[in-house]
């Protein structure tokens, strides 16, 4: 499921569980299939985010992106482009080294927990 996860062509919506709550009481996970891309459609996906954004940003993105399993996602990267745009890379990176420090599994594991990350630091 991992691999699948990884590779886009499965996106897992995993549930938190509330507090004090036992495990077994969480609801189901969310299984949704992904968009298949042909590997020429993603060649030129990539190209074109080099194009828009440089080169430097865009693997910069990616780079961030494989780290929380979400690489071959170019929604993904375009993400991340958007958020390094605003926090700063550096910023960006310590958050992503956070959230890539957890499970595979824990539904906290995304790009809207990096982004709480990113914007509690910035209050603080």
Do not use: Q
């Not at 036992?22 to 189901?28: G, Q, V």
């Not at 430097?56 to 399993?69: C, G, P």
């Not at 375009?78 to 990176?93: D, F, H």
């Amino acid at each position: 499921m991992r691999e699948l996860e990884k590779y886009g062509v499965l996106e897992i919506k995993r549930t938190r569980i509330a507090k004090g709550a036992d495990y077994e009481n969480r609801e189901p996970s969310e299984y949704l299939l992904g968009i298949l891309y042909s590997e020429k459609d993603m060649e030129e996906k990539w190209r074109g985010m080099e194009e828009r954004y440089g080169k430097d940003l865009a693997a910069k993105a990616r780079e961030f992106s494989f780290m929380i399993d979400r690489g071959y996602n170019p929604k993904a990267v375009e993400n991340l482009i958007r958020i390094i745009r605003e926090y700063g890379e550096k910023n960006v990176a310590n958050a992503v080294k956070k959230v890539s420090s957890m499970r595979p599994d824990n539904p906290l594991r995304n790009i809207g927990y990096l982004v709480g990350i990113l914007r509690k630091e910035a209050r603080d």
